[in-house]
């Protein structure tokens, strides 16, 4: 069984929309959740992060506004809708477990990482 599969990503272009899920049959899933990305020569970036409950969304500023996160813990998914999308936004998108530390959206030190889901925004 595959810890976390991430789906939708696509080609969209500028200032359209787009949902990322992802299935986490894999995990716990009872902890925060979220979304990271990468792009190939720089840091990981934490995008979204949401507590288990589902109550409390996190954001980094680079989405805020035009992101929303959230969950369904009985289906142990997740999801991304990603609305007003830049170039910026451009990455391989990923989800695992997430916490919170000053602001900044983090990995735990131990998690599983699926494939990801590519999202290319042309400029």
């Known amino acids: 069984q595959v810890p976390v599969v991430e789906s939708g990503g696509g080609l969209v272009q500028a200032g359209g929309s787009l949902r990322l899920s992802c299935i986490a049959s894999?995990?716990?899933?009872?902890?925060?959740m979220g979304w990271f990305r990468q792009t190939p020569g720089k840091e990981r970036e934490g995008v979204s992060c949401?507590?288990?409950?589902?109550?409390?969304?996190f954001y980094a500023d680079s989405v805020l506004g035009r992101f929303t996160i959230s969950r369904d813990n009985d289906k142990k998914s997740l999801t991304l809708q990603m609305n007003s999308l830049e170039p910026e936004d451009t990455a391989m998108y990923y989800c695992t477990a997430c916490i919170t530390d000053g602001g900044a959206i983090l990995p735990p030190s131990v998690t599983h990482w699926g494939q990801g889901t590519k999202l290319t925004v042309p400029s």
């Open positions: 949401i507590t288990r409950s589902g109550n409390t969304p």
């Open positions: 894999g995990l716990p899933f009872d902890t925060a």
